[in-house]
Nanobody
């Protein structure tokens, strides 16, 4: 499984940004797709995740209400739409894939930087 996140950049507080994660590999539909982020000096944290079918998403408290995760099965791509961004959302954002019976995420993409200026 290979993952490639894209869409990061420099935005201002209050702006919106959508990240994409293109997934490829065998049986990708059997994985749960997750978004994580790691801010400077902090541990990596879970943002949210989604299943390919039925496309149900769950979110961390920090993301609930401002972030939306969706997927396009035809494109094997997962999206993280982020609204009303805050400086504390500044981080490297990663997408990851978890086999449905695995207790942890098995594959990670290289990450994309999101910087929110105040």
């Amino acid at each position: 499984v290979q993952l490639q996140a894209s869409g990061g950049g420099l935005v201002q507080a209050g702006d919106s940004l959508t990240l994409s994660c293109a997934a490829s590999g065998s049986r990708i539909s059997m994985y749960v797709m997750g978004w994580f982020r790691q801010a400077p000096g902090k541990e990596r944290e879970f943002v949210g995740s989604i299943t390919w079918t039925p496309g149900r998403a769950v979110y961390a408290d920090s993301a609930e209400g401002r972030f939306t995760i969706s997927r396009d099965r035809a494109k094997s791509t997962v999206y993280l739409q982020m609204n009303n961004l805050k400086p504390e959302d500044t981080a490297v954002y990663y997408c990851a894939a978890q086999w449905r019976t695995s207790p942890e995420y098995n594959y990670w993409g290289p990450g994309t930087q999101v910087t929110v200026s105040s």
